[in-house]
């Protein structure tokens, strides 16, 4: 609930982040480095043949085109260069360099140290100048360019018309109403990004309690198995529910597209992933999950509940 380009920030520099797009392992070519010798560990590597080769694209790109701007968001493949380009050094520690930072005589135990955290490695950073979307960045700018480059993303207009449409698709419809996305969006960008201010915005609006948008959200079948839990007051391990959440077709932190799991009907509504449902409200009521304990009270409380789990009522927002 706190502001979108410090959000953006975070998983900039989550290690999760720049493992799976790659952006550790992207670096400078050798005529754009800073002056002086070889990184360390980075420079024995590339030496070696076995370390990082250049640039690498993958998270400047998905950073548009899915974090910020959006597929139609009006940048270019320059733009993405000149991005990655920025980008250049945002790194993972690893347990050699606390032993270079000993070596050197620095302290350790600073967070950019700690292995598997993220690290800004000044010596592979592309030093030249760059041009993003427009703006300049002089030659030089080190880590404070990164984060320059990415509040500047989190604040354009693109941006908060691509913010505004995901939440909208997320809590109204699928296809949400053109004039709420644009007000949401105006919302965004008036407060800076104020996630909380933009949910606001949504489920205060008209067109949040117009009829026609009345459970018009079908839960994906993370959102369903975990709403049917709560319905029969259960307690669960996960682990033999999450196979019923495979079965219904969304295997957890498995989604293969960086784009993630979908958040529209046509994803879940099928025959064979509607009868996983109905087959995970009989195996829940009929206390067949392993690992899952329902409520006795509560299912007694209500007839056929197996029937109400897996009905369409239950199965909408």
Same mark, same amino acid.
């Given at each position: 609930?706190?502001?979108?380009?410090?959000?953006?920030?975070?998983?900039?520099?989550?290690?999760a982040m720049l493992f799976y797009l790659d952006n550790a392992r992207s670096v400078a070519d050798e005529e754009h480095r800073p002056a002086g010798p070889r990184a360390g560990m980075l420079g024995?590597?590339?030496?070696?043949?076995?370390?990082?080769?250049?640039? =690498?694209?993958?998270?400047?790109?998905?950073?548009?085109?899915?974090?910020?701007?959006?597929?139609?968001?009006?940048? @270019?493949?320059?733009? &993405?260069?000149?991005?990655?380009?920025?980008? @250049?050094?945002?790194?993972?520690?690893?347990?050699?360099? +606390?032993?270079? /930072?000993?070596?050197?005589? $620095?302290?350790?135990?600073?967070?950019?140290?700690?292995?598997?955290?993220?690290?800004?490695?000044?010596?592979?950073?592309? $030093?030249?100048?760059?041009?993003?979307?427009?703006? *300049?960045?002089?030659?030089?700018?080190?880590?404070?360019?990164?984060?320059?480059?990415? *509040?500047?993303?989190?604040?354009?207009?693109? @941006?908060?018309?691509?913010?505004?449409?995901?939440? %909208? +698709?997320?809590?109204?419809?699928?296809?949400?109403?053109?004039?709420?996305?644009?007000?949401?969006?105006?919302?965004?960008?008036?407060?800076?990004?104020?996630?909380?201010?933009? &949910?606001?915005?949504?489920?205060?609006?008209?067109?949040f309690f117009e009829p026609v948008y009345y459970r018009a959200k079908i839960k994906s079948p993370f959102e369903y198995a975990v709403s049917a839990i709560r319905a029969v007051g259960a307690t669960?391990?996960?682990?033999?529910?999450?196979?019923?959440?495979? /079965?219904?077709?969304?295997?957890?932190?498995? %989604?293969?597209?960086?784009?993630?799991?979908?958040?529209? $009907?046509?994803?879940?509504? =099928?025959?064979?992933?509607?009868?996983?449902?109905?087959?995970?409200?009989?195996?829940?009521?009929?206390?067949?999950?392993p690992g899952t304990t329902a409520d006795r009270a509560v299912l007694a409380s209500v007839p056929n509940m197996a029937l109400e789990l897996g009905g369409p009522d239950f199965q909408q927002q």
């Open positions: 609930w706190g502001r979108f380009d410090d959000l953006l920030l975070a998983t900039a520099q989550s290690p024995r590597a590339a030496a070696t043949g076995k370390g990082p080769k250049g640039l =690498n694209e993958n998270y400047a790109r998905e950073l548009m085109e899915l974090h910020t701007l959006g597929v139609d968001g009006g940048y @270019t493949q320059k733009d &993405v260069t000149e991005l990655a380009r920025v980008l @250049t050094g945002w790194s993972i520690s690893q347990a050699r360099d +606390q032993d270079e /930072d000993r070596m050197r005589g $620095a302290r350790s135990g600073r967070a950019e140290s700690e292995p598997g955290s993220f690290v800004f490695r000044a010596r592979v950073h592309d $030093a030249g100048e760059k041009m993003v979307l427009g703006q *300049r960045f002089p030659a030089g700018g080190g880590q404070d360019e990164g984060e320059r480059a990415i *509040r500047m993303l989190a604040q354009r207009p693109e @941006t908060a018309r691509h913010i505004a449409f995901q939440l %909208c +698709q997320l809590l109204v419809a699928d296809e949400p109403p053109p004039a709420l996305v644009e007000r949401v969006a105006q919302r965004f960008l008036a407060t800076s990004g104020d996630l909380r201010q933009t &949910v606001r915005a949504i489920v205060t609006s008209p067109e669960t391990d996960g682990r033999a529910v999450s196979r019923h959440i495979a /079965d219904m077709g969304e295997p957890l932190y498995l %989604c293969q597209p960086p784009t993630g799991y979908a958040d529209t $009907a046509e994803a879940w509504v =099928n025959a064979g992933a509607l009868l996983a449902r109905v087959n995970f409200a009989v195996a829940l009521t009929e206390g067949k999950v």
